[in-house]
């Protein structure tokens, strides 16, 4: 307990060192003597500069991150599979190609009501159609669910190409979507941070209250499983609705950010074992971190300009998930 206890400590530093790290960077580095002076008396335009717009757009680049890393959490234990993730099982593909219907079409609800909800349900569609399409294939093992999400990922990348260039009459709606679809954060409203904190907030204890149990009897063989009460069908169900509603938030406020939920939850159950109640938080944390420490590296490396987040996020992943597939082969 001590053991897990100085583990979960060593996460939470982690995080506020990040937290840290990431609003001092930016197009120009300003000292954590300076950020930390300027949240208490913000004199001149730099002060209201970090207040206003870098540390807004810092915590939302963590709720981002906390969302994903949970989805992925989520994910990889109801498939049993270490390697799903919202981006390879396209449901961020999903999410993405609701959220590009939402920009380009004009609805009259508004955008922070329709883009959540048309994500949503683009994710949780992108998420049974890889199901349906395995168990037609006959399987619902790792390879076949990787390719099947490949696939569908790919379908709904041209859906969304198609879309963009049909549905889009200005310039600058295109631009919109694109610099969304290729990942980046936005400073919001400061009554959007807080919806956004409300959000976050909710989706991890309903993760942790509601489904940690359940994931970590989905761990166990089915017949077990069931044995122990558990209805394996409807907690399914219920699981990839949760876990594509958080994916379609964190979609909603970063757009299409892969990796993350590959990476935090494999370093979550390194750091704090295989229990889901404390898996789903620890991934929440690292997930933040993540995206924070990229975000951070997206408005630093190429100023005044931006690297896309999304870019920044496949160069530290992709390399993660080559290791992990490699991992795996070698055990079979």
């Known amino acids: 307990m001590e053991h897990k206890t100085v583990k979960v400590v060593s996460l939470l530093f982690l995080l506020v060192i990040t937290f840290v790290f990431s609003t001092c960077a930016g197009h120009t580095w300003e000292s954590p003597v300076k950020v930390i002076s300027a949240l208490f008396y913000a004199d001149d335009l730099t002060s209201r500069l970090l207040v206003e717009w870098r540390l807004p757009r810092v915590i939302t680049a963590g709720f981002t991150g906390a969302l994903l890393g949970l989805s992925g959490a989520i994910f990889q234990g109801v498939f049993r599979n270490p390697l799903a993730e919202p981006w390879l099982l396209g449901s961020s593909g999903g999410a993405a190609i609701g959220g590009t219907i939402a920009l380009l079409v004009p609805l009259a609800l508004p955008m922070a009501i329709t883009l959540p909800l048309f994500a949503f349900s683009g994710a949780l569609a992108a998420i049974f159609i890889v199901i349906s399409v395995s168990r037609i294939a006959g399987s619902l093992d790792t390879a076949t669910l990787l390719l ?93 609705i949760v876990g594509s509603a958080i994916v379609a938030v964190a979609v909603s406020l970063g757009g299409i950010v892969g990796f993350i939920g590959l990476i935090a939850p494999h370093i979550a159950r390194w750091q704090v074992g295989t229990r889901h109640k404390y898996v789903l938080p620890a991934a929440a944390v690292i997930g933040a971190a993540l995206v924070m420490f990229s975000d951070a590296l997206s408005r630093s490396l190429l100023p005044p300009g931006e690297i896309p987040l999304g870019l920044i996020t496949a160069f530290i992943g992709g390399p993660f998930f080559i290791y992990l597939l490699a991992k795996r082969v070698r055990k079979i």
């Open 148 to 240: 099947t999400g490949v696939a569908v990922s790919a379908v709904l990348n041209a859906a969304r190409s198609f879309m963009m260039m049909a549905l889009s009459d200005e310039s600058t709606s295109l631009q919109v979507v694109l610099s969304w679809i290729l990942g980046g954060i936005q400073t919001p409203s400061p009554e959007g941070l807080f919806i956004c904190l409300l959000l976050t907030a909710s989706c991890i204890l309903i993760s942790v209250f509601v489904l940690s149990d359940g994931l970590d009897l989905m761990g166990l063989d089915r017949t077990m499983a069931m044995s122990f009460g558990l209805s394996v069908e409807r907690f399914t169900i219920l699981a990839l």
